[in-house]
């Protein structure tokens, strides 16, 4: 088992900056690829961010050039958020699969443990 502790969210004006943060316990060695999603009340959970256990990375569209993802050797995981816009309002989740997701972020059934979410405000 993989637990998963997300922290970093908030409320902060467009064009501001956060750092999510996702602490991972448990039997970590099987974390081989993880993520970031983010999903709004009413909407379906979306993948942001991936990162492969060779560290390849992956982002949706509506996030890359501003979002980095990143771990540490305690597969801890990261989401560093530049120019952050209104419509980067959500919760978001970090997530672990103990397969190797391939090419891309992966969907939501590819991971098999979740945090319970922090949450990100962006105001204009």
């Known amino acids: 088992q993989v637990q998963l502790q997300e922290s970093g969210g908030r409320s902060v004006q467009a064009g501001g900056s956060l750092r999510l943060s996702c602490v991972a316990s448990?039997?970590?060695?099987?974390?081989?690829?993880m993520a970031w999603f983010r999903q709004a009340p009413g909407k379906e959970r979306e993948g942001v961010a991936g990162?492969?256990?060779?560290?390849?990375s992956y982002y949706s569209d509506s996030v890359k050039g501003r979002f980095t993802i990143s771990k540490d050797n305690a597969k801890n995981l990261y989401l560093q958020m530049n120019s952050l816009k209104p419509e980067d309002t959500d919760m978001y989740y970090c997530?672990?699969?103990?397969?190797?997701?391939?090419?891309?972020?992966?969907?939501?059934?590819?991971?098999?443990?979740w945090g319970q979410g922090t949450q990100v405000t962006v105001f204009s």
């Open positions: 997530a672990a699969t103990i397969h190797t997701v391939v090419g891309g972020i992966g969907l939501i059934d590819d991971y098999n443990y």
């Open positions: 448990g039997d970590t060695y099987y974390a081989y690829s």
């Open positions: 990162i492969a256990s060779d560290g390849g």
